[in-house]
């Protein structure tokens, strides 16, 4: 399903996400204060906006709230981006997802309602966008810099009515498969290498975001 995003903020993080949800066929509207970074877009994005997101008279007029996602990438001015965020929220934007400098820059934005919170400095906007846009991946929380749990819907009959020691997951996809929900809701928490995977299954698994997208990827 097509959905619309929306970006404001165009730095590395806001860019990175823009091009991945370009790149696989989503319609991005992108908003920054600096002209000279809304012209690099205006080629990539479905539509750049110069204007300065502070202005609610500015995210009224671009409609704003009609959009699935938006995206609040501002780096540096944590005001700014607290602001702009809780407004977003006030007009009825379903889901905000905000990029946080430090720790206390998280904890506010998830007072005022974020949807999502993404604590990384790193450029890690390939990464989300591809978690935006995956059918199959339910749930992805980073555990450390280097793991993140993640919940995968099992879609690609190849995978079903096979024991994990048949899938070896750990060998080929390099992840631990934590539990199984089944389709009935039921959960088997670390399941034994002799369970077998089901139609209508999702499979928790822990490993580095990038064996989660290559797992996505297949499991299609
Ligand atoms: P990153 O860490 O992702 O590279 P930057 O601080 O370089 O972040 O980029 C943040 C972007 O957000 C800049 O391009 C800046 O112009 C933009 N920005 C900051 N404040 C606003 C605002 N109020 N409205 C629109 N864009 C803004």
Known sequence: MKQNYA????????????????????????IDSNEDRVNEY???????VVGNAQDEMTLRSLGIRNFDHVIVA???DIQASILVTL????????NVLAKAQNEYHARVLEKIGADK?????????????HNLVSKNILEFIELSDEFSLAEIRVTNARFFNR???????????????VAIRRGNGKVVVSPDATEVVQ?????????????????DEKIN
């Open 117 to 129: 919170v993404v604590h990384s400095e790193r450029d890690m906007g390939v990464r989300i966008a």
């Open 74 to 76: 501002i780096g540096e």
């Open 199 to 215: 139609e209508y299954d999702n499979l928790l698994v822990i490993g580095t975001a990038e064996d989660v997208d290559m797992l």
């Open 7 to 30: 970006i404001i903020g165009l730095g590395r993080f806001g860019g990175s996400i823009c091009r991945s949800l370009v790149e696989s066929g989503q319609e991005v509207l992108v």
């Open 163 to 177: 024991t994990l020691i048949e899938l070896n997951f750990r060998q080929k996809y390099g992840l631990t498969v």
């Open 87 to 94: 407004m977003l929220k006030e007009m009825g934007v379903p």
């Open 42 to 48: 205006m080629n990539i994005a479905t539509h750049a």
